[in-house]
């Protein structure tokens, strides 16, 4: 059933739309109504979009039907007739300029109305064909032609003919095709239209050539047949102009004769085969290969003349039945590895690579052969290396490991497996020695070069750090609180030996050891030694950053009366309770050092004199007021400098420990800095 047309009746006076309503709905037109032109835009913008909009010319809103009809075909090409009562020739005039598909005279009768709806639903169908139509003609990407076949002149001529042709529509007007087929004559023309006048055959298709305005040529293939229009029979030309076929032939010509040529000199045995599995192509390689001539192979099925086996031959023969239909198999596209017969009898490890090609109509299989009996042979004995190796590393009592040179592990003993967790294919950074903790160039020599730097000892823990030194080739990585010492020992150019030994107890009696060299064993405070070293490092960092730092120094005052009062335990415990009040003050950052007997010294980076001099006070306060067994009160002098451009260790240390002696010259228990010390210094040296 077809689906009925829309119409939105545009009219202000109510009386006049209900009956002219009622008229389109009895007819079988769905109508929806509109009293303004800005009604009717909204509606058709809405959920409305009409088929037909019949519009009266005068209306109530600010737009009249002139105006809406304007902006509606402005946007949406819908048919418009036109209610009026007014056919002055300004009417008209403006009906015509809106492009409307004609008016209908309020009163008229309802025939008439109904007449001239249904003329413009039919009109408008029929632009909107013949406009798709003719676009269709104009830009299609072959030539098109459309002829009388009597008189032969050309009624229609499309975009792409001229433009292949050069000529212009006006010069196209005047021509026949026989101005364009060089190679035919008006009798020989019409002897190939006869068939399709008398009705014999629908269509016909022939090859030749046409010649452009310029005279140049070009080969075309050409399909005729004849169709009706308003009672004439006319002829329609669809031209194939071919010059890029015959240009893409010739050069496949010239393709094919290189690649018989490449495939005649690869190195690769090279064969092709019909879709019965017969031999077709035998390059110079599959002969020296499988002993067989060019001669003794063509034509020969390749199953039976290089499949060592009865029970495999029956597999490829259903294979490649499956092939010669549908072009596709498991094996197409595919390298695989299968056994094949030399012409002396003896089998061949051979790599083949199957691409199916579809040539003259049927599928044909190219396929590449590469002897690989070496590389087997090398497989094998790589195996065997393997297994030895293997047999080798359950008899190291230590977790131990074969490592390849893509960094995967091969294999690996049970000690391995149960304290680091490792599985055979793992990559050795994984589980091995924590290679998230590895420095970026350690990793890229690693990953460039297969193995350890040779001479480089790297230290892996679970931390932050990861320390290289010149030592033999090992790493060290933390694994459930032990530490393990591992080696990587070179079996070959392509696999390594590595394995781990516990050196956790010996690491941590290093730590001990380095512990005790820079500590102070009475107080835990750093030692002399080390505060230097931390202090020249400190000198150095401010060159670079041009930051500030300072130095406290105190002395703990009478200390000399207190191991005579109370001994010297009682001092010793003086000395610990005040490294320990420091420390507990101080910043991780900062460093305090025993400088010597009752001396003290405190880093203190980023920091200026007078913030210095302040957390001075703060000790010193603290300090006096904390109760030590035995022993009571006690006080220090303190001195504060800070690091002034061109000062060395022995200049800054001593300005600290002059500013400590006039504190205890000023009564002791007191802090003395200076803290223009630095511009008078500048001052002095200009």
Same mark, same amino acid.
């Given at each position: 059933?077809?689906?009925s047309?829309?119409?939105l009746?545009?009219?202000d006076?109510?009386?006049?739309?209900?009956?002219?309503?009622e008229?389109?709905?009895?007819?079988?037109?769905?109508?929806?109504t509109?009293? *303004?032109?800005e009604?009717?835009?909204?509606?058709?913008?809405?959920?409305?979009p009409?088929?037909?909009?019949?519009?009266?010319?005068?209306?109530?809103?600010?737009?009249?039907?002139?105006?809406?009809?304007?902006?509606?075909?402005?946007?949406?090409?819908?048919?418009?007739?036109?209610?009026?009562?007014?056919?002055?020739?300004?009417?008209?005039?403006?009906?015509?300029?809106?492009?409307a598909?004609?008016?209908?005279?309020?009163?008229?009768?309802?025939?008439a109305?109904?007449?001239?709806?249904?003329?413009?639903?039919?009109?408008?169908?029929?632009?909107?064909?013949?406009?798709?139509?003719?676009?269709?003609?104009?830009?299609?990407?072959?030539?098109?032609?459309?002829?009388?076949?009597?008189?032969?002149?050309?009624?229609?001529?499309?975009?792409?003919?001229?433009?292949?042709?050069?000529?212009?529509?006006?010069?196209?007007?005047?021509?026949?095709?026989?101005?364009?087929?060089?190679?035919?004559d008006?009798?020989?023309f019409?002897?190939?239209?006869?068939?399709?006048?008398?009705?014999?055959?629908?269509?016909?298709?022939?090859?030749?050539?046409?010649?452009?305005?310029?005279?140049?040529?070009?080969?075309?293939?050409?399909?005729?047949?004849?169709?009706? #229009?308003?009672?004439?029979?006319?002829?329609?030309?669809?031209?194939?102009?071919?010059?890029?076929?015959?240009?893409?032939?010739?050069?496949?010509?010239?393709?094919?004769?290189?690649?018989?040529?490449?495939?005649?000199?690869?190195?690769?045995?090279?064969?092709?085969?019909?879709g019965?599995?017969?031999?077709?192509?035998?390059?110079?390689?599959?002969?020296?290969?499988f002993?067989y001539?060019?001669?003794?192979?063509?034509?020969?099925?390749?199953? %039976?003349?290089?499949?060592?086996?009865?029970?495999?031959?029956?597999?490829?023969?259903?294979a490649?039945?499956?092939?010669?239909?549908?072009?596709?198999?498991?094996?197409?596209?595919?390298?695989?590895?299968?056994?094949?017969?030399?012409?002396?009898?003896?089998?061949?490890?051979?790599e083949?690579?199957?691409?199916?090609? %579809?040539?003259?109509?049927?599928?044909?299989?190219?396929?590449?052969?590469?002897?690989?009996s070496?590389?087997?042979?090398?497989?094998?004995?790589?195996?065997?290396?393997?297994?030895?190796?293997?047999?080798?590393?359950?008899?190291?009592?230590s977790?131990?490991?074969?490592?390849?040179?893509?960094?995967?592990?091969? *294999?690996?003993?049970?000690?391995?497996a149960?304290l680091?967790?490792?599985?055979?294919? =793992?990559y050795?950074?994984?589980?091995?020695?924590?290679?998230e903790?590895l420095?970026?160039?350690?990793?890229?020599?690693?990953?460039?070069?297969?193995?350890?730097?040779?001479g480089?000892?790297?230290?892996?823990?679970?931390g932050?750090?990861?320390?290289?030194?010149?030592?033999?080739?090992?790493?060290e990585?933390?694994?459930?609180?032990?530490?393990?010492?591992?080696?990587?020992i070179?079996?070959?150019?392509?696999?390594?030996?590595?394995?781990?030994? =516990?050196?956790?107890?010996?690491?941590?009696?290093?730590?001990?050891?380095?512990?005790?060299?820079?500590? =102070?064993?009475?107080?835990?405070?750093?030692?002399?030694?080390?505060?230097?070293?931390?202090?020249?490092?400190?000198i150095?960092?401010?060159?670079?950053?041009?930051?500030?730092?300072?130095?406290?120094?105190?002395?703990?005052?009478?200390?000399?009366?207190?191991?005579?009062?109370?001994?010297?335990?009682?001092?010793?415990?003086?000395?610990?309770?005040?490294a320990?009040?420091?420390?507990?003050?101080?910043?991780?950052?900062?460093?305090?050092?025993?400088?010597?007997?009752?001396?003290?010294v405190?880093l203190l980076?980023?920091?200026?004199?007078?913030?210095?001099?302040?957390?001075?006070?703060?000790?010193?306060?603290?300090?006096?007021?904390?109760?030590?067994? #035995?022993?009571?009160?006690?006080?220090?002098?303190?001195?504060?400098?800070?690091?002034?451009?061109?000062d060395?260790?022995?200049?800054?240390?001593?300005?600290?420990?002059?500013?400590? #002696?006039?504190?205890?010259?000023?009564?002791?228990?007191?802090?003395?800095?200076?803290?223009?010390?630095?511009?008078?210094?500048?001052?002095?040296?200009r």
């Amino acid at each position: 059933m077809q689906k009925s047309k829309k119409i939105l009746l545009v009219e202000d006076s109510r009386l006049t739309a209900m009956v002219i309503a009622e008229l389109l709905n009895k007819n079988g037109y769905e109508t929806e109504t509109a009293v *303004t032109g800005e009604e009717a835009l909204q509606k058709i913008s809405g959920g409305f979009p009409p088929d037909l909009v019949l519009m009266d010319i005068e209306l109530a809103g600010e737009m009249d039907g002139i105006d809406a009809a304007r902006r509606i075909l402005k946007s949406r090409d819908i048919p418009v007739v036109f209610l009026t009562a007014n056919t002055s020739g300004e009417i008209i005039d403006k009906i015509k300029e809106v492009k409307a598909y004609g008016f209908v005279l309020k009163g008229t009768d309802k025939a008439a109305l109904l007449s001239t709806v249904e003329m413009a639903l039919k009109l408008h169908e029929a632009n909107i064909h013949a406009g798709m139509f003719e676009r269709l003609f104009e830009n299609s990407l072959n030539e098109l032609y459309i002829f009388h076949p009597k008189s032969l002149k050309f009624v229609a001529v499309n975009r792409a003919a001229r433009k292949n042709l050069g000529y212009t529509i006006e010069e196209l007007n005047t021509m026949t095709p026989l101005d364009i087929k060089p190679e035919f004559d008006i009798e020989s023309f019409r002897r190939l239209l006869n068939p399709l006048a008398s009705g014999e055959q629908e269509r016909v298709m022939f090859e030749t050539v046409h010649r452009r305005k310029d005279g140049s040529l070009y080969p075309v293939e050409i399909n005729l047949q004849f169709f009706d #229009y308003e009672g004439e029979k006319l002829c329609l030309a669809l031209v194939v102009d071919l010059t890029e076929r015959r240009a893409m032939e010739e050069e496949l010509k010239e393709k094919e004769a290189t690649l018989s040529a490449i495939m005649g000199s690869a190195r690769d045995a090279i064969i092709m085969l019909d879709g019965r599995g017969n031999l077709i192509f035998w390059n110079p390689a599959a002969e020296q290969l499988f002993g067989y001539s060019r001669e003794e192979a063509l034509g020969k099925e390749l199953h %039976r003349l290089l499949v060592p086996d009865e029970h495999v031959y029956e597999l490829y023969s259903q294979a490649f039945k499956h092939f010669q239909l549908t072009g596709e198999g498991n094996a197409v596209g595919k390298t695989m590895e299968v056994k094949a017969r030399h012409k002396d009898g003896r089998e061949l490890d051979v790599e083949l690579s199957l691409s199916a090609l %579809r040539f003259r109509n049927e599928w044909h299989a190219v396929g590449i052969v590469r002897d690989i009996s070496e590389r087997k042979r090398l497989e094998e004995e790589s195996r065997r290396k393997e297994e030895q190796f293997r047999l080798m590393l359950e008899g190291i009592p230590s977790p131990a490991w074969l490592v390849s040179r893509e960094r995967r592990i091969l *294999t690996q003993n049970k000690a391995a497996a149960l304290l680091f967790g490792t599985k055979v294919g =793992d990559y050795c950074w994984e589980g091995i020695h924590g290679g998230e903790y590895l420095l970026d160039e350690y990793r890229e020599a690693f990953e460039k070069n297969g193995s350890p730097l040779p001479g480089t000892k790297c230290y892996f823990c679970h931390g932050d750090e990861a320390l290289v030194r010149n030592e033999p080739v090992n790493s060290e990585v933390g694994l459930a609180d032990k530490i393990w010492d591992t080696w990587w020992i070179p079996l070959g150019e392509d696999i390594y030996l590595h394995y781990a030994a =516990d050196v956790t107890k010996y690491k941590k009696i290093e730590e001990e050891l380095r512990r005790l060299s820079i500590t =102070d064993v009475l107080t835990n405070a750093y030692n002399r030694r080390y505060f230097i070293q931390k202090l020249e490092e400190e000198i150095e960092r401010s060159k670079r950053a041009n930051r500030k730092f300072s130095l406290i120094m105190l002395d703990i005052d009478r200390f000399k009366s207190i191991n005579d009062r109370f001994g010297h335990n009682a001092g010793d415990l003086v000395l610990r309770n005040t490294a320990k009040l420091i420390k507990n003050r101080t910043r991780k950052i900062d460093t305090l050092a025993r400088w010597g007997g009752e001396e003290f010294v405190i880093l203190l980076p980023d920091t200026t004199v007078k913030n210095a001099a302040r957390l001075a006070e703060e000790l010193r306060e603290s300090l006096s007021r904390m109760d030590i067994p #035995y022993v009571g009160h006690v006080t220090a002098s303190f001195g504060v400098a800070g690091y002034c451009p061109g000062d060395t260790v022995d200049t800054l240390v001593q300005r600290a420990d002059n500013h400590m #002696y006039e504190a205890k010259a000023a009564g002791r228990n007191c802090v003395r800095y200076n803290e223009e010390e630095c511009s008078k210094r500048e001052n002095s040296s200009r």
